[in-house]
């Protein structure tokens, strides 16, 4: 299976900063790399797919970039509801072994 | 709008079965090129890919779960399931359905644009 590997796995950060949370996968998967937000008690939801095409509605101080096996989400300016847990997401392998990064939990400094 | 929800027990004891059904409403299950998906998540631990069905039947299962998963589809109730059998604790999780759009025609790479909102279970006599 590939690996997905997430880091940092926590970060703190205030209102206003810009932040970047990198994703990792164990081989080539392309572009193949989707990210999502999760919130307290919620399902995820959808923010970039193919590593960095933003979803409809999505803010676009969200963006995703990155290929082959380095990715990153960056987000330019926090507001209060992005403080989120993040999961990056390969959709390269077979629909049979999709794997998804440990999450990266946002929380406000 | 499509919608998606999980349903079924919220309880199970150790080595039974684990049955979910996801209803899709707002949408026909058999829409081209969905597939649709589920997707654990044991407690305060990150996501785990279940596996995947079309409204054909086709499906992929994730193989450390292939030998005990079934998934099924019932395209007249536009509803598909999952059955999980011989679960212990560790199946213990929240279970998600979601929606599966291919990222391009004729494409066999996807993405999980629409979720359910989850369904708690545990594994427990």
């Known amino acids: 299976d590939i690996q997905m590997t997430q880091s940092p796995s926590s970060l703190s950060a205030s209102v206003g900063d810009r932040v970047t949370i990198t994703c990792r996968a164990s081989h080539n998967i392309d572009i193949y790399l989707n990210w999502y937000q999760q919130k307290p008690g919620k399902a995820p939801n959808l923010l970039i797919y193919?590593?960095?095409n933003l979803r409809a509605g999505v803010p676009s101080r969200f963006s995703g970039s990155g290929s082959g096996t380095d990715f990153t989400l960056t987000i330019s300016s926090l507001l209060p509801e992005d403080f989120a847990t993040y999961h990056c997401?390969?959709?390269?392998?077979?629909?049979?072994?999709?794997?998804f990064g440990q999450g990266t939990k946002l929380e406000i400094k | 709008q499509l919608q998606l929800q999980e349903s079924g027990p919220g309880l199970v004891k150790p080595s039974e079965t684990l049955s979910l059904t996801c209803t899709v409403s707002g949408g026909a299950i058999s829409s081209s090129p969905y597939y649709w998906g589920w997707i654990r998540q044991p407690p305060g631990k990150g996501l785990e890919w279940i596996g995947g069905?079309?409204?054909?039947?086709?499906?992929y299962c994730n193989p450390s779960l292939k030998s005990r998963v079934t998934l099924s589809v019932d395209t007249s109730k536009n509803d598909f399931s999952l059955r999980l059998s011989s679960v212990t604790a560790a199946d213990t999780a929240v279970y998600y359905c979601a929606r599966l759009p291919t990222y391009a025609s004729g494409s066999y790479r996807f993405y999980m644009d629409v979720w359910g909102k989850g369904t708690t279970v545990t594994v427990s006599s």
């Open positions: 193919g590593a960095s």
């Open positions: 069905i079309y409204y054909t039947g086709n499906n």
């Open positions: 997401q390969q959709s390269y392998d077979s629909l049979a072994r999709y794997t």
